[in-house]
């Protein structure tokens, strides 16, 4: 079965700082998306980035991006210049690449931003 | 419109109470599911439906009764539920097909049962 897996409870970064929340997987796949949900107080899920197991680079959303390693099967997420609205819980999540999106999450991360 | 709308927002019900979560999407997606946030546990899918159909259900209790009548609508009846089904109960939308898009989530549904 699969397994999605984040070490860090919570998080803290000063704004406009960097900071890099931690995720590894478990999978027998070789075709796979990976996720960074971002569920701020209002509760609704919002995608942030995505990566395509098969792509060996790196996705980015301006100040998002991640540091995926396929074979230590790991997959962070980095965001730089932090700000107020960076404040939220962080999830990550796995799904196989054919059919529904029947998503496996971690446990979430508490991104605190320190103004 | 926003995407994905799940009314009502906040639910308190007794053990004895049978009520319904709806879901509705606007997105023109063919997939729907439920997902329950609980406050110590990951997220844990409940069901899938796919082109209307029932595709999954991740070892759900019969308290539990999912409907999804089209493919913009999806209900989750419930009955007899017990206080540790108290949970955010979140629904989603993507698109299966050629083209997969990520999942679209709503806002939730805060149920307390008391």
């Known amino acids: 079965a699969q397994t999605v897996t984040q070490s860090q409870p919570e998080m803290s970064v000063q704004e406009a700082e960097t900071v890099t929340l931690s995720c590894t997987y478990d999978t027998s796949e070789s075709d796979y998306y990976l996720f960074w949900y971002k569920q701020p107080p209002s509760r609704q899920m919002i995608l942030v980035i995505r990566?395509?197991?098969?792509?060996?680079q790196n996705a980015t959303e301006n100040r998002f991006s991640v540091n995926f390693q396929k074979a230590a099967k790991s997959f962070s997420l980095k965001i730089s210049d932090s700000q107020l609205g960076d404040a939220a819980m962080y999830f990550c999540?796995?799904?196989?690449?054919?059919?529904?999106?029947?998503?496996?999450f971690g446990q979430g991360t508490r991104l605190t931003i320190n103004p | 419109e926003t995407g994905v709308t799940q009314t009502p927002r906040h639910l308190v019900m007794g053990m004895t109470n049978k009520k319904s979560l709806k879901c509705e999407q606007h997105l023109g997606h063919n997939a729907m599911y439920w997902y329950k946030q609980s406050a110590k546990k990951p997220l844990e899918l409940m069901f899938v439906y796919n082109f209307k159909e029932q595709t999954e259900n991740n070892s759900v209790p019969s308290r539990f009764s999912p409907e999804c009548p089209n493919s913009s609508h999806l209900f989750l009846h419930l009955h007899t539920l017990q206080p540790e089904d108290s949970a955010l109960y979140l629904c989603?939308?993507?698109?299966?097909?050629?083209?997969?898009?990520?999942?679209?989530f709503g806002q939730g549904t805060r149920l307390t049962v008391v």
């Open positions: 990566q395509e197991a098969y792509k060996q």
């Open positions: 999540a796995y799904t196989v690449i054919q059919g529904a999106q029947k998503l496996v």
């Open positions: 989603a939308s993507s698109q299966v097909g050629v083209m997969n898009t990520e999942a679209f």
